[in-house]
């Protein structure tokens, strides 16, 4: 990402777009750069800080365009504000993607070529699982199939550490997740390496990595876990949205806002 230019960006000087930036846009900005990620709620409240402190008026419902100027400002660096779908709860967040390349080289101003690959590695065994996870140990293992500089166990687990720092990855009682963050970014490139084993949810059509599949071997749907707690909350017999087999997954509480 090219700070530089946005910095040079975020200059009162630089107003030569159809679209003005403003003091309320650059501040919202700033934070944003700092952030990377933030859910809906923190992008509104983000919005309406950056309101108050530039005495400008609070319309949330010119926040989309609001978002639209200023990705009209990015747009010549191929950076963008984009919304899209936690997998963990189902809500809506923004974050600060780079748009110029759509594979995990975009990283390499922060990782090592051999730190790539372990990334790749994790990928791999993420979108390969039936639960959109990979165990610390799965991860460590792989480590003996690298073709380039092999990382210690050490060396791994510090990666994995700042991979979760850097909003890549999540991490709960050793289990590795992809990121809202890291879904958001990579999806053009993870679609497109793993198009055979990526599918949409059948609810929200959005990629599903942790969900629930019907064990139907006709059917085979796969359900968001937040989108499964949704649409069988309060059911005493889940069926199957698709070929109406009876869902014989624990059932998930819904998430609250």
């Known amino acids: 990402m090219n700070f530089k230019s946005l910095l040079e960006l975020l200059s009162p000087s630089a107003t030569n777009m159809s679209r003005q930036m403003t003091d309320l846009h650059r501040r919202f900005l700033q934070t944003m750069m700092s952030t990377g990620v933030t859910d809906e709620r923190g992008a509104m409240e983000l919005y309406k800080c950056c309101c108050g402190t530039s005495s400008s008026p609070i319309t949330p419902d010119k926040f989309n365009d609001f978002i639209d100027t200023i990705n009209s400002k990015l747009q010549p660096l191929f950076i963008q504000i984009r919304k899209g779908t936690s997998e963990d709860d189902g809500r809506q967040y923004y974050a600060l993607v780079n748009m110029a390349e759509t594979d995990v080289t975009r990283m390499s101003s922060d990782y090592a070529d051999n730190e790539l690959e372990l990334f790749r590695k994790v990928l791999d065994l993420i979108v390969g699982s039936e639960n959109g996870s990979a165990s610390s140990s799965d991860i460590l293992n792989s480590t003996d199939s690298m073709t380039m500089k092999k990382l210690k166990k050490s060396e791994t687990q510090n990666l994995l550490n700042r991979l979760v720092r850097d909003k890549w990855l999540n991490e709960e009682h050793g289990e590795y997740t992809l990121s809202t963050r890291c879904i958001i970014e990579m999806e053009p490139y993870i679609r497109t390496m793993y198009q055979d084993q990526v599918k949409a949810c059948h ?55």
Not at 205 to 214: D, G, K, L, V, Y
Not at 235 to 242: K, L
Request: charge should be negative; glycine fraction near 4%.
């Open 203 to 257: 609810i929200c059509h959005n990629t599903a990595f942790q969900c629930q599949i019907c064990e139907n071997p006709t059917c085979g749907i796969k359900i968001h876990n937040p989108c499964v707690a949704r649409i069988f909350s309060g059911r005493t017999e889940p069926r199957c949205p698709a070929c109406d087999d009876f869902w014989p997954h624990e059932i998930p509480e819904v998430s609250q806002p």
